[in-house]
């Protein structure tokens, strides 16, 4: 088994930064995948932010890119994603989650078996 817990989500105005942080316990081996998902009332869970265990291959959804960066570190069994000039648009709930497939960076839900609880990220304008 393995067990997410995020942390980090708050109030923001718009152009400020926040840090989400995702701890990994139990079989934490199995990882090859960890990602970042976010969704909003009514609307489906997107993928915005993932990260290859191996390789470090990194990909975003095209609304993030250049804002988010998703790191992780080993030692701390912890990834994160860095959010930076944040957008009343990117007011959700954060997911963070992990899988198994191997050698490819992909966003889409089909590929994560394991998901956090959520965390609120709320920007004013």
């Known amino acids: 088994q393995v067990q997410l817990t995020e942390s980090g989500g708050g109030s923001v105005q718009a152009g400020g930064s926040l840090r989400l942080s995702c701890v990994i316990s139990?079989?934490?081996?199995?990882?090859?995948?960890m990602g970042w998902f976010r969704q909003v009332q009514g609307k489906v869970r997107e993928g915005i932010a993932a990260?290859?265990?191996?390789?470090?291959?990194?990909c975003y959804a095209p609304s993030v890119k250049g804002r988010f960066v998703i790191s992780r570190d080993t030692a701390k069994n912890t990834f994160y994603l860095q959010m930076n000039t944040l957008e009343p648009e990117d007011t959700a709930m954060y997911y963070c989650?992990?899988?198994?497939?191997?050698?490819?960076?992909?966003?889409?839900?089909?590929?994560?078996?394991?998901w956090g609880q959520g965390t609120q990220v709320t920007v004013s304008s």
């Open positions: 990260i290859v265990t191996d390789s470090e291959d990194t």
């Open positions: 139990g079989d934490t081996n199995s990882i090859n995948l």
């Open positions: 989650a992990t899988g198994t497939p191997e050698f490819f960076c992909s966003r889409a839900r089909r590929y994560y078996n394991y």
